[in-house]
């Protein structure tokens, strides 16, 4: 993950739930995403999954519809 994020800094990171944001520390990148996993999600937390703006910000980038 530390060399993705620094050999292509452009690269857009998703780090869903909290043992992937234990991995923050290796990533050099200017684009990450974080939020509680899909799985944790109720509406209660601001962190929600379904709160994060990674899915608006990528729209162009990834077809999230498959």
Do not use: V
């Amino acid at each position: 993950m530390a060399y993705l994020s620094t050999q292509a800094p452009a690269l857009c990171w998703f780090l869903w739930g909290s043992e992937a944001a234990s991995s923050k520390p290796y990533f050099k990148a200017e684009r990450l995403f974080e939020c509680r996993h899909s799985m944790m999600c109720p509406e209660k937390y601001p962190d929600d999954f379904f709160n994060c703006s990674c899915f608006l910000e990528t729209m162009d980038e990834i077809n999230w519809m498959g």
